[in-house]
């Protein structure tokens, strides 16, 4: 069994069991987090999906305390390492590495990715993670591309796609709906909303309008945790 423990906006902790990673730690400035960056001691990777604030977040003080290893993109590996990170492995778009907690591989993800003093942090990127048997689609922060058929298709089947749903800077309800037709995952999960203002959303609403397609999704509150069996 594979659980996901949600703590709030892209922020997803991922546990097999035996090993354990934590995605777009957000969590110090995040009012809807309900852990805390030092919170964690055990983890074996760090996956980042971008350089905004919002995701690439507590990455390099979790990462410093834990010796978690980071896994993003070229440029905000160095980034990280430059800050003390130093356990990193950088990976780009389209290419994947299996690792010994699972496999990690990048898609794209139509967006930006400067870091929190305007660095350029190469580009933004999806997750795909497969860990404890389970595949796991972590959209990261874009808009709707139709290439999410060659994600979900080719590169799937997968179990479960976490989407963003908050409109005004990714998908909104909408397009995340569509976005749930060309997955065609086993189970959509949304994230991406009412955090900010900008981006407030009702995750009743995603669900209600994915399920009228007959796609199954589900919302998880900030602090509870989704199993996959
Ligand atoms: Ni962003
Ligand atoms: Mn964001």
Same mark, same amino acid.
């Given at each position: ?47 980042? &999906?971008?350089?905004? +604030?919002?995701? %690439? @977040?507590?990455? =390099?003080? #979790?990462?410093?305390?834990? $010796? ?45 990715? &400067?870091?929190?003093? +305007?660095?350029? %942090? @190469?580009?933004? =990127?999806? #997750?795909?993670?497969?860990? $404890? ?97």
């Amino acid at each position: 069994m594979v659980s996901l423990r949600y703590h709030g906006h892209d922020c997803w902790e991922i546990d097999d069991g035996t090993h354990r990673v934590l995605i777009d730690p957000f969590l110090a400035g995040n009012p809807k987090a309900t852990a805390k960056p030092d919170s964690f001691t055990k983890l074996d990777a760090i996956l980042v &999906t971008h350089g905004h +604030g919002d995701h %690439l @977040g507590d990455a =390099a003080a #979790i990462a410093k305390k834990t $010796g978690a290893m980071v896994v993003s993109n070229y440029e905000i590996v160095g980034y990280l390492q430059a800050q003390g990170a130093s356990n990193g492995h950088p990976l780009h778009i389209g290419g994947g590495w299996q690792f010994p907690f699972g496999n990690v591989k990048l898609t794209i993800a139509h967006h930006g990715s &400067t870091g929190p003093n +305007g660095e350029a %942090l @190469g580009n933004p =990127a999806g #997750i795909l993670l497969t860990m $404890g048997g389970k595949k796991i689609y972590h959209a990261g922060d874009t808009g709707l591309f139709l290439d999410m058929q060659l994600i979900g298709e080719a590169w799937g089947p997968l179990d479960v796609a976490l989407l963003p749903i908050g409109d005004n800077f990714t998908m909104g309800i909408d397009d995340a709906v569509r976005a749930a037709a060309f997955l065609k995952a086993k189970v959509c999960i949304p994230m991406h909303y009412n955090t900010f203002d900008l981006i407030k959303a009702d995750p009743a609403e995603f669900v209600r309008k994915a399920e009228a397609k007959g796609y199954k999704a589900v919302a998880v509150a900030p602090g509870g945790t989704y199993k996959v069996d």
